[in-house]
Nanobody, 129 residues
Framework: QVQLAESGGGLVQAGGSLRLSCATS????????LGWFRRAPGKEREFVAA????????YYADSVKGRFTVSRDNAKNTVYLQMNSLKPEDTAVYFC??????????????????????WGQGTQVTVNS
């Protein structure tokens, strides 16, 4: 059974930082492409960041580019989202997602929800102005 568990959310002042973690189990982590999404109040879930199996390729939504960094630690089966210079508009529930892709190139990443099969429950991030 595949499980993804996010942690690290919380309340922060604008300009502050948080690091989200997503611990995975039940899948071969090195075969997984990974992503972060978020759902702000009253809005649809949207893409935030993605990282390839190799970890060498990443992609970001324009709204977070230059402020957020996605990374993965294959030894810990964990993906991270470092969030700096946080803004009130970053307030949302953040979800990690995984796609088992053992036969796909290691440099590929995905940016849409339907491309991911496994999802965590989400962690709340609130940024006060």
């Amino acid at each position: 059974q595949v499980q993804l568990a996010e942690s690290g959310g919380g309340l922060v002042q604008a300009g502050g930082s948080l690091r989200l973690s997503c611990a995975t189990s039940g899948l071969t982590f090195t075969n997984a492409t990974l992503g972060w999404f978020r759902r702000a109040p009253g809005k649809e879930r949207e893409f935030v960041a993605a990282i390839s199996r190799s970890g060498g390729n990443t992609y970001y939504a324009d709204s977070v580019k230059g402020r957020f960094t996605v990374s993965r630690d294959n030894a810990k089966n964990t993906v991270y989202l470092q969030m700096n210079s946080l803004k009130p508009e970053d307030t949302a529930v953040y979800f990690c997602a995984a796609r088992a892709a053992p036969f796909e190139p290691t440099n590929i990443y995905y940016t849409t929800e339907y491309q991911y099969r496994y999802w965590g429950q989400g962690t709340q991030v609130t940024v006060n102005s």
